[in-house]
């Protein structure tokens, strides 16, 4: 499904494109909003119904609570109901089956799950749709009364499916008037086919090793190989989520939107808080604009503010999957962050070499968390990390790998941006390589069997 997904989406951009250019300005909202809705039809046509539900609902609740400001008991119910439908959708789908597998298992009850697929994107447009209404009933922005704008908004084709989470308020104005050029245009293609390059050239072939590592059996590999897997794994994570992030940002470019950065080299940060303040910014965002600060922030006693730190990364955890390992994750983050808010930032940003080792260690553990859902499987592996049993079986993945592993740590750093920025003022160079990264990329689509986006199951 993801690999034919992809291939639609080169034979779709083309097209949209095509259309949205010579549609006259007054209409183009309305050609992106009939294109997007295809678009997400065309991988999940059964869900249909609940995109149409999602603008529909926040559309009218958003216009009720403008209408009666004075009246706070309507705000409020109108409130509920938005926080009552999208979350209640979100948890219907993605949760369900993780409750009733753990009163099964807690309870010795025999109650059966519901076999349904995970729409495509709801974790991130249902947190979209209702940061919406939560901005107009804050009275932070006025309610959209053109149904085809805001449409256009809950269904923007590009960032629909894994991101970033793009707020109202980030597009308001771009959605009632915006302007292209094509040096816009230009950035938009180069920053789309740079995107397709991390995916497809890094995140693709370094992730096939973790692959392989799964498929031996964490019983099976040795200590190093252990390692090199699951730094695989790290890579492949960050080059997945962050090249489809740019894929969709240069789309909303070409489109005339500028879609906020979600990814800053998250790989070089000195702390954990500052990596989060580098991986899934928008996500961080919300959590932040929307969770922590309503719940007090940092403007409380300390051990209510530990609380609300507590809260926000369970629920971080808790969304990006319905297993108990993705809240063991968020947790381990939680830890990490309390600690480094209580003492240790201040001794990691003096620090220019124990504070990476210490950034990067603790990140591939987590990322362990993360891949492995199975506990059993997931307290195998941590064993064979830390056993240090020998065996020469990853000398012959590294050398498979090592030149796919030296690209990926030089993509990880501000250095290839640096360097880029000084070549592709030389016309011909920049041309030749966003050509050459652009061939190599659909030739890889082409032939590869493996080809997953890891994001798109939440």
């Not at 938005?82 to 298992?105: E, H, P, Q, R």
């Not at 989470?165 to 094509?182: A, G, H, P, Q």
């Not at 969770?291 to 507590?310: A, D, E």
Request: proline content about 3%; aromatic content about 20%; glycine content about 6%.
């Amino acid at each position: 499904m993801v690999f034919s997904s992809i291939i639609f989406l080169f034979r779709f951009l083309p097209i949209t494109l095509f259309v949205y250019y010579i549609a006259p300005q007054k209409f183009k909202n309305a050609v992106l909003v009939i294109c997007s809705l295809f678009f997400y039809s065309w991988g999940e046509v059964k869900y249909f119904p609940i995109m149409i539900a999602s603008i529909l609902v926040d559309y009218i609740v958003s216009l009720v609570i403008e209408r009666n400001r004075e009246k706070k008991g309507i705000c409020k119910i109108c409130m509920g109901i938005s926080l009552l439908f999208n979350l209640g959708m979100l948890f219907f789908f993605k949760y369900t089956n993780f409750f009733v597998d753990n009163i099964n298992a807690f309870a010795g009850t025999h109650f059966a799950g519901i076999q349904l697929t995970l729409p495509l994107g709801i974790s991130f447009y249902t947190f979209q749709t209702l940061s919406y209404t939560i901005d107009v009933y804050r009275g932070k922005t006025k309610a959209e009364r053109n149904i085809v704008n805001f449409a256009a908004f809950v269904t923007l084709f590009p960032q629909l499916i894994a991101g970033p989470i793009v707020k109202y308020t980030d597009v308001s104005r771009e959605l009632r008037e915006r302007k292209m050029n094509l040096a816009q245009i230009n950035e938009g293609i180069t920053l789309f086919i740079f995107g397709l390059g991390k995916k497809v050239l890094i995140a693709n072939n370094i992730g096939s090793l973790w692959n392989q590592v799964q498929d031996i059996g964490f019983s099976n590999v040795s200590t190093p190989l252990a390692w090199l897997g699951i730094l695989a794994y790290s890579f492949q994570i960050y080059f997945d989520f962050s090249g489809y992030s740019l894929m969709a940002i240069g789309m909303g470019k070409m489109l005339g939107f500028e879609f906020p950065q979600n990814f800053n080299y998250p790989y070089i940060s000195k702390s954990m808080t500052e990596f989060w303040r580098r991986w899934h910014i928008t996500l961080g965002s919300w959590f932040r604009e929307y969770v922590y600060i309503p719940l007090g922030g940092n403007r409380v006693s300390k051990p209510r503010m530990y609380f609300n730190i507590f809260i926000v990364w369970a629920a971080t955890g808790f969304w990006h999957g319905a297993s108990w390992n993705f809240v063991l994750w968020g947790l381990f983050f939680f830890v990490f962050l309390v600690l480094e808010k209580t003492f240790l930032l201040k001794y990691l940003e003096k620090s220019r070499v124990f504070s990476h080792i210490y950034v990067c260690f603790f990140l591939v553990l987590s990322w362990a968390l993360f891949a492995i859902t199975d506990f059993s499987q997931l307290g195998i592996f941590l064993e064979r990390l830390f056993s240090f049993s020998s065996g020469s079986d990853w000398m012959y993945y590294l050398r498979n790998y090592l030149v796919t592993f030296l690209l990926a740590i030089f993509c990880s750093i501000p250095l290839v941006e640096k360097l880029y920025n000084k070549i592709k003022k030389i016309a011909f160079v920049n041309l030749l390589i966003l050509a050459v990264i652009l061939i190599v990329s659909i030739a890889y689509l082409v032939d590869a069997t493996y080809n997953p986006f890891l994001y798109f199951r939440f």
